[in-house]
């Protein structure tokens, strides 16, 4: 489905990152796995495509850095010749509530999850131009959707993606490109695997499937999106969710 496809995804060590890295790489794209901390696992999860028959290579950048995105960027258009695919799934967590939120902890998150956004697509967005073709996948959240206590910087972050996804889709249409959004729910992850049994029977009952979500379930969206099969989709926010946002 993806064949000759050169594929970058941010955040792709572990968790949603990387399982869509794996999808895409399943389907015959060449991935880029992007990590900012964890180069042992980004290397796992690239000998684990590797072992597969696939094709991958690790790259490491904080995505929070407009620069050094600009950098990355341009060294992989010079290695490839083109990028067909980003996705923009890179994100940090500094939960707490409101009144005792930090101002730093604010700014990290917004910094990584929605400027990192802004800046893989500003350095991406004239070569996806000069090609007039493109597959962006943007990374949001129910909880940029629906709002979460003790989640104002993650929620309002996520929130902002859904805009810029909505803004960008609009700016680059005419040139063929597509910008899309996945919302993922409550996903079975590091995070909920930490939960007590009591917390995630109160997640589950909360979700109208009755049943957390999968790494998986968010790949297999990723992975339509990046398809032709999404050629006349652009600027919609895909909640897989099992109904919550309903």
């Given at each position: 489905?993806?064949?000759?496809?050169?594929?970058?995804?941010?955040?792709?060590?572990?968790?949603?990152?990387?399982?869509?890295?794996?999808?895409?790489?399943?389907?015959?794209?060449?991935?880029?796995?992007?990590?900012?901390?964890?180069?042992?696992?980004?290397?796992?999860?690239?000998?684990?495509?590797?072992?597969?028959?696939?094709?991958?290579?690790?790259?490491?950048?904080?995505?929070?850095?407009?620069?050094?995105?600009?950098?990355?960027?341009?060294?992989?258009?010079?290695?490839?010749?083109?990028?067909?695919?980003?996705?923009?799934?890179?994100?940090?967590?500094?939960?707490?509530?409101?009144?005792?939120?930090?101002?730093?902890?604010?700014?990290?998150?917004?910094?990584?999850?929605?400027?990192?956004?802004?800046?893989?697509?500003?350095?991406?967005?004239?070569?996806?131009?000069?090609?007039?073709?493109?597959?962006?996948?943007?990374i949001s959240?129910?909880?940029?959707?629906?709002?979460?206590?003790?989640?104002?910087?993650?929620?309002?972050?996520?929130?902002?993606?859904?805009?810029?996804?909505?803004?960008?889709?609009?700016?680059?249409?005419?040139?063929?490109?597509?910008?899309?959004?996945?919302?993922?729910?409550?996903?079975?992850?590091?995070?909920?695997?930490?939960?007590?049994?009591?917390?995630?029977?109160?997640?589950?009952?909360?979700?109208p499937l009755?049943?957390?979500?999968?790494?998986?379930?968010?790949?297999?969206?990723?992975?339509?999106?990046?398809?032709?099969?999404?050629?006349?989709?652009?600027?919609?926010?895909?909640?897989?969710?099992?109904?919550?946002?309903?």
């Open positions: 489905m993806l064949e000759n496809k050169i594929a970058l995804v941010t955040g792709a060590s572990r968790g949603i990152g990387k399982e869509i890295a794996l999808s895409l790489a399943k389907e015959g794209a060449a991935v880029i796995l992007n990590y900012n901390g964890s180069k042992e696992k980004a290397e796992q999860a690239a000998e684990e495509i590797k072992a597969a028959g696939g094709n991958a290579e690790i790259y490491q950048c904080n995505v929070s850095d407009f620069d050094a995105c600009g950098a990355m960027i341009s060294e992989l258009i010079k290695k490839y010749g083109r990028i067909d695919i980003l996705v923009n799934n890179a994100g940090i967590t500094r939960d707490g509530l409101l009144m005792k939120m930090s101002e730093e902890d604010f700014d990290a998150v917004v910094n990584t999850n929605l400027k990192g956004a802004f800046n893989t697509i500003r350095h991406m967005s004239r070569y996806f131009l000069k090609q007039r073709s493109g597959k962006i996948i943007n959240s129910v909880s940029g959707i629906l709002g979460n206590a003790g989640q104002a910087n993650y929620s309002a972050s996520k929130a902002g993606v859904i805009g810029l996804t909505k803004s960008v889709a609009r700016e680059l249409a005419s040139r063929g490109i597509n910008v899309n959004a996945i919302a993922p729910g409550f996903v079975a992850t590091d995070m909920t695997d930490a939960m007590t049994d009591d917390a995630k029977a109160a997640m589950t009952d909360a979700i009755k049943r957390i979500g999968t790494t998986k379930d968010i790949a297999n969206m990723a992975v339509f999106l990046a398809s032709d099969l999404s050629d006349y989709i652009t600027g919609q926010v895909f909640a897989v969710d099992g109904g919550m946002s309903m």
